[in-house]
């Protein structure tokens, strides 16, 4: 072997030990990447695992030091003497009085009708206001448009008095109009509809006007399919916190037979159960089963929740 062969041979050795050396830290970067991860998601999903096992777990054990990881005995009892405990109660919505159920499964009608409603005049204000503040110029459009922005810095709390004073002077108290009205619009949903609209080219606007549409027909037919992506999200966004609304509801509705399912789970936990923790996480666990069946159907669009509105216009 001559010198220069035996030179290009210790180069490729070289070459190809530094590729394998490089290749084994990426793979160890890569597993303890994945390790982290792994053990991140096992941290925070715990709650939610214990959540189910304390539903499942007999109502003697719930408190049993030290606790079951493993529920040894699991048993639905705690879900049915929910549903037989809550009582019956009366669908008051659309005046349907002569339709009565179990008050479990009546507070799941009424969150459900009250998230769709709400959702559904969310995406209809919000994108109203969005395509206004974004195609259309009127005197003082940027000062309204900050000002909606400035009502973020308002907590919720603060306006908790006043809204319940208005809803108590149009006597809306203990009625489903009442909580929905302060709800028909909000800042974010404008705020996201605005940043996407306006992202939009204007020529597609001037082009279906020179076709004789009007103004609800240039927004009906041109801007809604193409916002689409962004009312979806809102849409969503709306949805799960309308599912999991507890301080207005309480505050709004009295009759135990208009409860929402977060309203009427407390009920029962300050009147009746007591501290027994199989029967509160019960009902947790099934109001939280309908919003984790939504998350992973709409996944990918709470993910591009995260980009929708932080297009620069």
């Known amino acids: 072997m001559t010198a220069k062969q035996v030179t290009q041979t210790t180069a490729g050795a070289a070459v190809s030990q530094s590729y394998r050396l490089q290749r084994i830290q990426q793979l160890t970067g890569r597993a303890l990447v994945m390790i982290f991860l792994i053990l991140a998601a096992a941290v925070s999903l715990f709650p939610l695992y214990w959540l189910f096992v304390t539903a499942i777990t007999p109502a003697t054990a719930t408190v049993k030091l030290p606790p079951e990881i493993i529920p040894s005995n699991p048993t639905l009892d705690n879900i049915t003497n929910l549903i037989q405990l809550s009582g019956r109660g009366k669908l008051r919505v659309l005046n349907l009085e002569n339709i009565q159920m179990s008050r479990m499964l009546l ?109 609800w027909q240039t927004f009906l037919s041109v801007i809604v399919p193409l916002a689409a992506p962004a009312m979806a999200v809102t849409a969503i966004f709306s949805f799960q916190r309308y599912w999991n609304a507890f301080l207005w509801p309480l505050v709004v509705l009295q009759n135990p037979d208009l409860f929402t399912l977060q309203v009427g789970l407390s009920y029962l936990y300050n009147s009746e159960f007591g501290t027994n923790y199989g029967l509160l996480m019960s009902g947790a666990a099934l109001a939280s089963i309908p919003m984790i069946i939504f998350f992973f159907m709409f996944q990918r669009y709470f993910m591009q929740g995260l980009r929708v509105g932080a297009v620069k216009g």
């Open 107 to 215: 507070w799941f009608v009424n969150t459900l009708l009250l998230a769709l409603i709400s959702t559904a005049l969310h995406v209809l204000f919000d994108t109203m206001a969005g395509y206004a503040f974004a195609k259309r110029r009127f005197p003082g459009s940027s000062l309204f448009f900050w000002m909606i922005l400035a009502a973020l810095m308002i907590p919720g709390q603060v306006t908790l008095v006043p809204l319940y004073l208005m809803i108590t002077q149009m006597k809306l108290v203990n009625t489903f109009l009442g909580v929905l009205a302060p709800g028909l619009a909000d800042v974010i949903g404008i705020f996201l509809l605005k940043q996407y609209i306006q992202t939009m080219p204007s020529e597609l606007e001037e082009a279906a006007r020179m076709d004789g549409a009007s103004e």
